[in-house]
């Protein structure tokens, strides 16, 4: 595939010139390799990957490296950002008590989650790695692997069943319906949801995005160049909007894991 058809753009391509509109599709989130690692390749997104994880890590080396009592600019950035998420999620969700020991694994998935989503608009860049429900799963099967790890290590093996699928005898006749709608919905449908419905977002804001950027070129001809001008203010408002997206799906990422572990934790299902 090559770098036009990746980008579902031909610079030839405008309105009135004798060819449709080049509309993005699956194409759009598909990379050549662009070299390979130990018979791995490695594709854009791979790569921005990485770097994400080298930015968080950086970032947060950086902040709390040499920790000061009156904290400069950095330090006072990198406390606002894990006090938000451990105080904001983790302490509400799980509580103080419990929720503690996870508030670094829950900082780094919500600050790895949000870079990765970042990148979409970042120049150069400028793909959510999100988008691909590869990175979204992966990350939604640490935590449904944590979940239900936790889940028996609290509970033993019949006591750890019991919280999956619900179980409690004074439900009567509708138990064994019970425990198979909820043995479903954790151990199927849970991680799926997860996992889908942040990469549902990142793909189809990305796609808007493109399109939308698609048509500012393809209406620079002739009359069309009015247009164009009101497909650009999309562009710019869907890339604000996007914004704010990456930001709450990270954060309902973190905060459905929260719910998952405190779930495990809880005495009760």
């Known amino acids: 595939?090559?770098?036009?058809?990746?980008?579902?753009?031909?610079?030839?391509?405008?309105?009135?010139?004798?060819?449709?509109?080049?509309?993005?599709?699956?194409?759009?989130?598909?990379?050549?390799?662009?070299g390979t690692v130990a018979g791995i390749e490695i594709t854009k997104p791979m790569l921005l990957a990485v770097l994400g994880s080298i930015v968080v890590i950086g970032f947060f080396w950086a902040a709390f490296n040499?920790?000061?009592?009156?904290p400069g600019k950095l330090q006072m950035v990198g406390e606002a950002?894990?006090?938000?998420?451990?105080?904001?999620?983790?302490?509400?969700?799980?509580g103080k008590k419990d929720g503690e020991k996870y508030v670094p694994f829950m900082v780094?998935?919500?600050?790895?989650?949000?870079?990765?989503?970042?990148w979409s608009i970042i120049p150069l860049a400028q793909f959510p790695v999100t988008s691909l429900i590869a990175f979204p799963a992966g990350l939604a099967l640490i935590v449904y692997v944590m979940w239900v790890s936790l889940t028996f290590k609290?509970?033993?093996?019949?006591?750890?069943?019991?919280?999956?699928?619900?179980?409690?005898?004074?439900?009567?006749?509708?138990?064994?319906?019970i425990v198979v709608l909820e043995f479903l919905s954790n151990m199927l449908i849970r991680p799926f949801t997860h996992a889908v419905r942040l990469f549902a977002n990142m793909f189809a804001g990305?796609?808007?995005?493109?399109?939308?950027?698609?048509?500012?070129?393809?209406?620079?001809?002739?009359?069309?160049?009015?247009?164009?001008?009101?497909?650009f203010v999309m562009v710019i408002i869907m890339t604000a909007f996007e914004l704010f997206i990456q930001a709450v799906q990270a954060y309902v990422f973190v905060l459905l894991s929260c719910s998952y572990i405190q779930g495990a934790l809880a005495e009760h299902h």
């Open 108 to 118: 780094s998935l919500f600050f790895f989650v949000w870079i990765m989503n970042l």
């Open 154 to 177: 609290k509970h033993g093996f019949v006591g750890g069943w019991k919280n999956i699928t619900g179980y409690d005898k004074s439900l009567g006749a509708i138990l064994p319906l």
């Open 66 to 70: 040499k920790p000061k009592v009156v």
């Open 1 to 34: 595939m090559s770098a036009d058809q990746t980008l579902a753009f031909d610079p030839d391509c405008h309105i009135f010139s004798g060819c449709g509109f080049p509309a993005p599709g699956l194409h759009t989130f598909m990379y050549e390799p662009i």
């Open 206 to 231: 990305h796609l808007l995005i493109v399109m939308f950027s698609l048509a500012t070129y393809y209406l620079l001809n002739g009359i069309g160049f009015v247009y164009a001008g009101a497909s």
């Open 81 to 94: 950002g894990y006090d938000f998420v451990r105080r904001g999620i983790v302490y509400d969700i799980i």
